[in-house]
T-cell receptor
Framework: DGGITQSPKYLFRKEGQNVTLSCEQN?????MYWYRQDPGQGLRLIYYSQIVNDFQKGDIAEGYSVSREKKESFPLTVTSAQKNPTAFYLCATDGAGANVLTFGAGSRLTVL | QKEVEQNSGPLSVPEGAIASLNCTYS??????FFWYRQYSGKSPELIMS??SNGDKEDGRFTAQLNKASQYVSLLIRDSQPSDSATYLC????????????WGAGTKLIIKP
């Protein structure tokens, strides 16, 4: 059953902690994306990767880091440098390079 | 700063009527236009894509693009309660390095 798996679905973090959000896909798609969604705002691009071992910053990369060691996996680390990390985080893939995105179910991060 | 603007709503439409959702964009050279539907607490899913001026129909959905006026719209015929969701408009083009720029979404409520 093809798809994108994001975990955890809900995550609570204390201030000063780093957390890593997992994104795994079995769609064999080359391009993977991380977006952040805040209430009343459009999706904002954090990082994207179009090929293994390569990734680019999006519009709001500060305080975040990623890796792309395998085609299937694109984990996102929210570091303590991210001052307002409470948000809904969405991982997506694009199989055709045409911005036709498939999204995972999302991870909701709350800072306590 | 490239922008995509949508009326946040909520837009309330009686069941069976036509729902009309609008989106304007600032980048005149945008090339690809997308409508995604997002149910509350869920991730977005693609409904329609449109690339050239005119109408594109898919079942009860019609996307309309007018590049001269820089707007794209989505019509939903025979609206159903299950159409109640937030509809996100996304646009891409050369000036955004072909990455999607997202509107904040319009919340649609279909009244039975």
């Amino acid at each position: 059953d093809g798809g994108i798996t994001q975990s955890p679905k809900y995550l609570f973090r204390k201030e000063g902690q780093n957390v890593t959000l997992s994104c795994e896909q079995n769609l064999n798609h080359d391009a993977m994306y991380w977006y952040r969604q805040d209430p009343g705002q459009g999706l904002r691009l954090i990082y994207y990767s179009q090929i293994v071992n390569d990734f680019q910053k999006g519009d709001i990369a500060e305080g975040y880091s990623v890796s792309r060691e395998k085609k299937e996996s694109f984990p996102l680390t929210v570091t303590s440098a991210q001052k307002n990390p409470t948000a809904f985080y969405l991982c997506a893939t694009d199989g055709a390079g045409a911005n036709v995105l498939t999204f995972g179910a999302g991870s909701r991060l709350t800072v306590l | 700063q490239k922008e995509v603007e949508q009326n946040s709503g909520p837009l309330s439409v009686p069941e069976g009527a036509i729902a009309s959702l609008n989106c304007t964009y600032s980048d005149r050279v945008s090339q690809s236009f997308f409508w995604y539907r997002q149910y509350s607490g869920k991730s977005p899913e693609l409904i329609m894509s449109i690339y050239s001026n005119g109408d594109k129909e898919d079942g009860r959905f019609t996307a309309q693009l007018n590049k001269a006026s820089q707007y794209v719209s989505l019509l939903i015929r025979d609206s159903q309660p299950s159409d109640s969701a937030t509809y996100l408009c996304a646009v891409s083009g050369m000036d955004s390095n072909y990455q999607l720029i997202w509107g904040a979404g319009t919340k649609l409520i279909i009244k039975p």
